[in-house]
């Protein structure tokens, strides 16, 4: 890891710490999950073997662990007091307790964050500190994770690059009879070959015909057909952050209204990225895109949210909702997602990731954003 990279945890500690005094909150836990390695640098897999680590207000980072995991402490860029465990459980507890004691959180109000921490951990955590209250603090760190640095920026503007390259050396096999999941295969693999990380974000989508208008659809083995509306929702990883890009494309001449409402999202998806700038609320995005497709009679149509944040999570804060009056600050990252269903006809989505900047907002993703028909 190079030396840049190593300076910025604690500046992100000091940060955290000004978070947990707004949330009233005496110390956060964290078990291996995206938020970790933000704050550590630590990169661990979740096994049966817990690891936690606790930050609190005027403490250095507390980690519990195994003994054969101690090695990764080494050379970090602040000081931590570790807490190892051997390999017979009946012992762990007491590395938890140590650690409890060592940071003073015998009855402290300690975050966690409920999308992450397992019932594993949370048992050994309630049986060293009994007295303590564990609740809810995963605001904490989604405030800083939600405003990124000019290195998440430019992870994230590579992980949309290689997503678009891997899409455009995918397109030359999509022609009529080709099937969902043979597109998929050949996606991931053009992934992997122009340097995305082996963890994908999530499974390429790719749903022609009916199914593209089923939002969350899985690859089947259905083949494409002339006339069939193509929808391809994918992503890469760089460095641990994401891309979530989506086209929509046509297997030949398509029928006049699934042009029409290829035309209506892409109205909706601009809109979306010309009204979105600092000092906006989340839910003012959403209505903006919602509105002309509202206007244009498919309200009903389209189903989901606008968008959602993006970088170390596929979803992440801030949710592009209408009833989330979170203020769009400088730094944030998001996706901008209209879409319109036609139940057991056809879908079309055009997904772009923005960052907010001082004169609005870039997209990362810049692929044409038509409908494109590919002849075959
Ligand atoms: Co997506
Ligand atoms: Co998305």
Not at 194 to 203: K, Y
């Amino acid at each position: 890891m190079s030396a840049t990279k190593n300076s910025i945890h604690p500046k992100r500690h000091q940060l955290l710490s000004e978070e947990l005094r707004k949330h009233n909150l005496d110390a956060l836990v964290l078990n291996p999950g995206p938020s970790l390695p933000y704050l550590t640098g630590l990169h661990f897999h979740m096994s049966e073997r817990p690891v936690v680590v606790f930050f609190s207000q005027n403490h250095q980072p507390v980690v519990v662990l195994p003994e054969l995991e101690t090695l990764k402490l080494e050379g970090l860029d602040y000081e931590v007091q570790a807490f190892p465990y051997g390999e017979n459980p009946i012992q762990w507890v007491e590395s938890f307790k140590s650690a409890i004691l060592a940071a003073g959180l015998e009855n402290a109000r300690i975050g966690i964050e409920p999308r992450a921490l397992r019932v594993l951990e949370l048992n050994f955590l309630q049986k060293a500190a009994p007295q303590a209250k564990f609740v809810p603090g995963e605001s904490c760190v989604s405030a800083l994770r939600m405003k990124k640095d000019a290195a998440e920026v430019n992870a994230m503007r590579k992980a949309a690059e290689i997503a678009q390259n891997a899409l455009l050396a995918t397109l030359p096999s999509v022609k009529p009879g080709i099937t969902e999941r043979q597109i998929a295969t050949e996606l991931t693999l053009q992934l992997l070959r122009h340097g995305s990380d082996s963890q994908m974000p999530f499974s390429p989508i790719v749903s022609g015909g009916p199914n593209s208008a089923n939002p969350h659809a899985s690859p089947s083995d259905r083949p494409l057909q002339a006339g069939d509306l193509l929808v391809i929702d994918w992503g890469a990883n760089v460095d641990g952050y994401f891309s979530d890009i989506t086209r929509t494309f046509g297997i030949g001449p398509v029928e006049p209204e699934f042009a029409h409402i290829a035309d209506i999202v892409l109205q909706a998806n601009t809109a979306g990225r010309e009204i979105a700038r600092a000092g906006l609320t989340a839910s003012e995005i959403d209505q903006a895109t919602r509105a002309v497709i509202e206007e244009a009679g498919y309200g009903q149509y389209f189903t989901h949210r606008t968008g959602h944040g993006l970088g170390l999570e596929g979803h992440e804060e801030p949710y592009i909702r209408g009833d989330n009056t979170q203020i769009l600050e400088i730094g944030m990252s998001f996706t901008i997602e209209p879409g319109i269903y036609l139940p057991g006809r056809g879908g079309v989505r055009i997904e772009d990731d923005v960052v907010v900047t001082t004169g609005g907002i870039e997209s990362l993703s810049s692929l044409p954003r038509q409908l494109k028909i590919l002849e075959s």
